[in-house]
C-alpha cells in the first residue's frame, strides 16, 4: 500500500515469511536511515536470563562468518556512516544511516550481523565483561541508575521491573546454548520489522531486502503476559554523593491509549522543557535543582508518569511536596488557554523538526507499525493535538494523580527512616 503525506510516501510490504517492511521516501534528503527492529526485549526474559536481549545485541557486532568485528566498523566507517543498536523492554533495533547511494552496504551489513554472526565462546565471555562494566557505569550515574530504581519499585515481580542490562549474577550464567535459543524462540519472521526512511526506491529496497530475508523461516513464539499491576511503593538507597535524585512515578498510558495525546500535553506542561511549570517553579523561581523534568513511558499493556529530581538533601522533601502541589493544580484548576496553546505549538514544532532526521522518521515509522500496524501522517498527529482541550487534561491529571498508584525511588545521603511518606496521605486527603 502507498499512502502520500507532506512529508513523503509511505508504503507497506509484507514478504512471504510474513516479514513486515514499513517505508516512507523523501526524495530531497541525501542521507538513508534504516532499522531492522525486533519486536522483542527484555520485558520477554525471566530471572535466570535477565540482560539476554540487550548480551545478544551487542554479540551480533563480534563477528560475522565472512566480517570480523574491525571489518564491520571499517567497513562503515569507510562510507561515512554509521551503525547502531540498542535495546529496550519491548524490542531491540539494529540500525545504519547512510548516504541514499550507500545503501546496499547497508543492508548487506545489518544482514549479516543479524543472520550469519558466529557467537563464538570466547567473544561471549570477553562481552560478558563489557556487559559487567557497563551496569557498573550505570550504577555509578545517579541520574540514570534512579529509574532503574523507580521501575524495581513499581513492578518489582514483573519482568518490566528488571533492569535491561540484566544483573551480575544473570549475565554469569548466561551460555552460548542459552543465548541460540532465546534468538530461535524471539528472533523470527513475525516479530520483524524492518522500516527505512530517505531518498529510497521502495522497490528495489524490497527485492533487495527479499533476497536477504525472505528465507528466514522459524516458528513463532507466544510469549503473552499479563499486565502488571501498579502499586503504591518505595525505595530509598543510601549512597554518599553530593545530591539525592529521586522518581516520583505513577500510572501512566498505554502506547495506544486514547488519551495519549493528553498526555504528550500534560507532560509539557508539567515539566516536559524548560518554559514547563516544574522547571519554571523548581529551578527558575527557587534555585533548588540543576535538571527536573517529568516523563513517559508507555508500554504496549501499561504505562508509567513520572518526575526526576536531583537536589540537595536539605531541599529533597520541599522539591517533592512542591512537584505533588503542581499534581494537585493540574487536577483541581484547568490549563489556562494560553499556557495549553503554547503546550500545543511546542508539541507540534518539536514533531515537525524531528521530520528533518530521516533517522527520527525512521524510528517512527518501526514504532507505529509495532504498536498500531498502521501509518499516521503528521496531518492526523497535529490534528490530534489539536483535539485536546483544558478539560481534557484536568480529567487525565485526576486519573493519573491518584496516591494509591504513587511510587518514589530515591538515591543519595537521605535515611528511609526519616522521609515523611504522610505527604501522599495528605494529597490524597486534599484532593481525592
Given at each position: 500500500?502507498?499512502?502520500?503525506?507532506?512529508?513523503?510516501?509511505?508504503?507497506?510490504?509484507?514478504?512471504?515469511?510474513?516479514?513486515?517492511?514499513?517505508?516512507?521516501?523523501?526524495?530531497?534528503?541525501?542521507?538513508?536511515?534504516?532499522?531492522?527492529?525486533?519486536?522483542?526485549?527484555?520485558?520477554?526474559?525471566?530471572?535466570?536470563?535477565?540482560?539476554?536481549?540487550?548480551?545478544?545485541?551487542?554479540?551480533?557486532?563480534?563477528?560475522?562468518?565472512?566480517?570480523?568485528?574491525?571489518?564491520?566498523?571499517?567497513?562503515?566507517?569507510?562510507?561515512?556512516?554509521?551503525?547502531?543498536?540498542?535495546?529496550?523492554?519491548?524490542?531491540?533495533?539494529?540500525?545504519?544511516?547512510?548516504?541514499?547511494?550507500?545503501?546496499?552496504?547497508?543492508?548487506?551489513?545489518?544482514?549479516?550481523?543479524?543472520?550469519?554472526?558466529?557467537?563464538?565462546?570466547?567473544?561471549?565471555?570477553?562481552?560478558?565483561?563489557?556487559?559487567?562494566?557497563?551496569?557498573?557505569?550505570?550504577?555509578?550515574?545517579?541520574?540514570?541508575?534512579?529509574?532503574?530504581?523507580?521501575?524495581?519499585?513499581?513492578?518489582?515481580?514483573?519482568?518490566?521491573?528488571?533492569?535491561?542490562?540484566?544483573?551480575?549474577?544473570?549475565?554469569?550464567?548466561?551460555?552460548?546454548?542459552?543465548?541460540?535459543?532465546?534468538?530461535?524462540?524471539?528472533?523470527?519472521?513475525?516479530?520483524?520489522i524492518i522500516a527505512a526512511a530517505g531518498n529510497i526506491?521502495?522497490?528495489?529496497?524490497?527485492?533487495?531486502?527479499?533476497?536477504?530475508?525472505?528465507?528466514?523461516?522459524?516458528?513463532?513464539?507466544?510469549?503473552?503476559?499479563?499486565?502488571?499491576?501498579?502499586?503504591?511503593?518505595?525505595?530509598?538507597?543510601?549512597?554518599?554523593?553530593?545530591?539525592?535524585?529521586?522518581?516520583?512515578?505513577?500510572?501512566?498510558?498505554?502506547s495506544a491509549d486514547d488519551n495519549r495525546f493528553n498526555?504528550?500535553?500534560?507532560?509539557?506542561?508539567?515539566?516536559?522543557?524548560?518554559?514547563?511549570?516544574?522547571?519554571?517553579?523548581?529551578?527558575?523561581?527557587?534555585?533548588?535543582?540543576?535538571?527536573?523534568?517529568?516523563?513517559?513511558?508507555?508500554?504496549?499493556?501499561?504505562?508509567?508518569?513520572?518526575?526526576?529530581?536531583?537536589?540537595?538533601?536539605?531541599?529533597?522533601?520541599?522539591?517533592?511536596?512542591?512537584?505533588?502541589?503542581?499534581?494537585?493544580?493540574?487536577?483541581?484548576?484547568?490549563?489556562?488557554?494560553?499556557?495549553?496553546?503554547?503546550?500545543?505549538?511546542?508539541?507540534?514544532?518539536?514533531?515537525?523538526?524531528?521530520?528533518?532526521?530521516?533517522?527520527?522518521?525512521?524510528?517512527?515509522?518501526?514504532?507505529?507499525?509495532?504498536?498500531?500496524?498502521?501509518?499516521?501522517?503528521?496531518?492526523?498527529?497535529?490534528?490530534?493535538?489539536?483535539?485536546?482541550?483544558?478539560?481534557?487534561?484536568?480529567?487525565?491529571?485526576?486519573?493519573?494523580?491518584?496516591?494509591?498508584?504513587?511510587?518514589?525511588?530515591?538515591?543519595?545521603?537521605?535515611?528511609?527512616?526519616?522521609?515523611?511518606?504522610?505527604?501522599?496521605?495528605?494529597?490524597?486527603?486534599?484532593?481525592?
Amino acid at each position: 500500500m502507498a499512502k502520500r503525506s507532506p512529508e513523503g510516501i509511505y508504503q507497506k510490504a509484507v514478504l512471504n515469511n510474513g516479514i513486515r517492511i514499513v517505508t516512507e521516501r523523501i526524495p530531497y534528503l541525501r542521507s538513508v536511515s534504516i532499522g531492522i527492529w525486533i519486536n522483542t526485549g527484555s520485558r520477554d526474559e525471566d530471572t535466570t536470563n535477565s540482560g539476554i536481549s540487550h548480551f545478544l545485541e551487542h554479540l551480533a557486532f563480534k563477528g560475522t562468518e565472512k566480517r570480523s568485528a574491525r571489518q564491520i566498523a571499517f567497513e562503515m566507517d569507510s562510507i561515512g556512516g554509521q551503525i547502531d543498536a540498542f535495546t529496550s523492554r519491548e524490542y531491540t533495533c539494529y540500525s545504519a544511516k547512510v548516504l541514499d547511494e550507500h545503501l546496499p552496504i547497508a543492508i548487506d551489513l545489518l544482514s549479516d550481523i543479524l543472520l550469519h554472526s558466529t557467537y563464538k565462546l570466547a567473544d561471549i565471555e570477553k562481552e560478558k565483561q563489557v556487559i559487567l562494566e557497563e551496569i557498573k557505569f550505570v550504577e555509578d550515574t545517579p541520574a540514570d541508575y534512579i529509574y532503574d530504581l523507580l521501575y524495581q519499585s513499581i513492578w518489582s515481580n514483573h519482568p518490566l521491573g528488571r533492569p535491561i542490562l540484566g544483573n551480575p549474577e544473570s549475565i554469569a550464567k548466561i551460555g552460548r546454548d542459552t543465548l541460540m535459543n532465546h534468538l530461535d524462540k524471539h528472533y523470527i519472521p513475525k516479530k520483524i520489522i524492518i522500516a527505512a526512511a530517505g531518498n529510497i526506491d521502495e522497490n528495489t529496497l524490497n527485492e533487495n531486502l527479499k533476497k536477504v530475508f525472505g528465507n528466514l523461516n522459524k516458528n513463532g513464539f507466544s510469549n503473552w503476559q499479563t499486565p502488571p499491576d501498579i502499586k503504591k511503593n518505595f525505595i530509598v538507597q543510601e549512597r554518599d554523593l553530593e545530591q539525592v535524585h529521586f522518581c516520583l512515578g505513577t500510572i501512566g498510558l498505554k502506547s495506544a491509549d486514547d488519551n495519549r495525546f493528553n498526555g504528550y500535553i500534560l507532560n509539557t506542561i508539567l515539566g516536559g522543557s524548560m518554559s514547563s511549570r516544574l522547571f519554571q517553579k523548581i529551578r527558575e523561581d527557587y534555585g533548588l535543582a540543576y535538571s527536573i523534568h517529568s516523563f513517559i513511558s508507555p508500554y504496549t499493556d501499561t504505562g508509567l508518569f513520572g518526575i526526576y529530581a536531583g537536589t540537595s538533601s536539605l531541599s529533597f522533601e520541599k522539591v517533592l511536596n512542591m512537584s505533588l502541589e503542581e499534581f494537585k493544580l493540574l487536577k483541581t484548576e484547568k490549563v489556562p488557554d494560553d499556557e495549553l496553546k503554547k503546550a500545543k505549538e511546542q508539541l507540534k514544532g518539536n514533531l515537525m523538526l524531528s521530520l528533518e532526521s530521516s533517522s527520527s522518521r525512521m524510528n517512527q515509522l518501526a514504532k507505529q507499525e509495532i504498536y498500531f500496524e498502521r501509518y499516521f501522517s503528521m496531518d492526523e498527529i497535529i490534528h490530534e493535538i489539536e483535539k485536546v482541550t483544558a478539560e481534557d487534561i484536568q480529567s487525565l491529571a485526576n486519573r493519573l494523580f491518584d496516591s494509591s498508584f504513587f511510587n518514589l525511588a530515591v538515591l543519595g545521603p537521605v535515611n528511609k527512616q526519616k522521609i515523611n511518606l504522610n505527604i501522599f496521605n495528605d494529597f490524597s486527603t486534599i484532593h481525592s
